[in-house]
């Protein structure tokens, strides 16, 4: 089955983007399937709500493994089915804790395989001072390997804040001739677009 993969630096609002997206494709069950960086896989059935809450959080690296979902995603044209992979979040340079590593080789382990890519940066910490940068090097190197092919989009998340608006400029000025789509994981917005995204490249 073909896979979209999320990724991304951590902390930028992938898991939430994966869980409200499934949602917005119609499906309030989640049969996730999780594999651990040390390769355990196991199987958790969680509601919409359940997953917000034990799934992501404020706090970096909330995210350590492969988070598998699969989708029946209704189109004009019947249905399209696809794996929605959630994914450890990356860190520029090499992580210093051997679990988040070990996450991390296994995150870009998944690129090559997956037939769309959704690249998420949080548009709101772009241009910030802050201990982590916004966009470092490792997105540099997500959006060359990624953009090698048709199916690579960046998604601008958390366009709900207000400092996001100047974020998303940057991003455009920094990532010449890719897609870039504008969106909300938490308010669903944009979602018709990366939807359309996914279709046209699956
Ligand atoms: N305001 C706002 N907050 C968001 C948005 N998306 C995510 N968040 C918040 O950002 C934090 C991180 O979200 P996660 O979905 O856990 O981020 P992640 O990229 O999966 O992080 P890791 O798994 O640690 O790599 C949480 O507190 C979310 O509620 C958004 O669109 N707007
Ligand atoms: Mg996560």
Redo the contacts with the bound molecule.
Sequence with gaps: MKACM?I????????????NFAGYLGVSRLDIDFTTPNGETYRRTLTQKEA?EE??????????GLQRLEIQMPGLKGKKRFALL?????TDGIPEESMVRRAMAQTLAQVREAAVILH?I?A?SVGKEGAVEAVGPVDWQVAQFGGMRTGYAILA?????PE?AAGLVQIRREFPGHVILP?????K?GFAEVKQFVWRHL
């Design positions: 999320i991304g630096k951590a902390n930028v609002g992938k898991t939430l983007f994966a869980v917000v799934l992501t959080s404020p706090n970096p690296h909330h995210t350590l959630d994914t450890s979040g990356l998420l949080d709101s998340n958390k366009m709900d804040l996001a969106i909300s994981a938490l308010l917005t």
